[in-house]
T-cell receptor, first 114, second 111 residues
Framework: DTAVSQTPKYLVTQMGNDKSIKCEQNLGHDTMYWYKQDSKKFLKIMFSYNNKELIINETVPNRFSPKSPDKAHLNLHINSLELGDSAVYFC?????????????FGPGTRLTVT | GQQVMQIPQYQHVQEGEDFTTYCNSSTTLSNIQWYKQRPGGHPVFLIQLVKSGEVKKQKRLTFQFGEAKKNSSLHITATQTTDVGTYFC???????????FGEGTQLTVNP
């Protein structure tokens, strides 16, 4: 059983389109995250939710909107896609926010905007 | 805000050589974690260090946490091709704060 899953694995789309990436974790964790990894492998936190509540919202354009329908799911919707949005997006989860627990990452979604 | 810097950004070694990556924080950390990301894969947790001066080993990997809890290192002895990947450190400033990832060190091992 996959602990943290993401769909789709690959996403190729044109500028201006709107797309969504879904994430699910079956670990019973309270906290979920979205990270963006660019071509240089830098991992940048975008959002974090703890028990469905937003607790981290980094300097991310308003075109990015996360949604957590329940604590096992954290989806990412992106409006008006731009070339600079091309990257690998990782979802992750951990037991709790205010703790020292490790993060479990999903397999990633490679987004290519043309 | 908290910054976690990692050097080098890239390292190419011959198989059998040793490898070290260093992580430095602008502030004192409550703990530091290390992750490995294989090419095409996702980051996977390796270990967490909590105590000042702590040293932990996993087979050929040795992890250290500095006395001042502001720096850490990962040393791999006698690298193998299976060690290829990007190694990230991630530090937490206080127990309730976010985990900040370093920029990562991309390791290439030539057979």
């Amino acid at each position: 059983d996959t602990a943290v899953s993401q769909t789709p694995k690959y996403l190729v789309t044109q500028m201006g389109n709107d797309k969504s990436i879904k994430c699910e974790q079956n670990l019973g964790h309270d906290t979920m995250y979205w990270y963006k990894q660019d071509s240089k492998k830098f991992l940048k936190i975008m959002f974090s939710y703890n028990n469905k509540e937003l607790i981290i919202n980094e300097t991310v354009p308003n075109r990015f909107s996360p949604k957590s329908p329940d604590k096992a799911h954290l989806n990412l919707h992106i409006n008006s896609l731009e070339l600079g949005d091309s990257a690998v997006y990782f979802c992750a989860s951990s037991w709790q926010w205010a703790s020292s627990y490790e993060q479990y990452f999903g397999p990633g979604t490679r987004l290519t905007v043309t | 805000g908290q910054q976690v810097m990692q050097i080098p950004q890239y390292q190419h070694v011959q198989e059998g050589e040793d490898f070290t990556t260093y992580c430095n924080s602008s502030t004192t950390l409550s703990n530091i974690q290390w992750y490995k990301q294989r090419p095409g894969g996702h980051p996977v947790f390796l270990i967490q260090l909590v105590k000042s001066g702590e040293v932990k080993k996993q087979k050929r990997l040795t992890f250290q946490f500095g006395e001042a809890k502001k720096n850490s290192s990962l040393h791999i002895t006698a690298t193998q091709t299976t060690d290829v990947g990007t190694y990230f450190c991630a530090g937490r400033e206080t127990s309730g704060s976010r985990l900040t990832f370093g920029e990562g060190t991309q390791l290439t091992v030539n057979p």
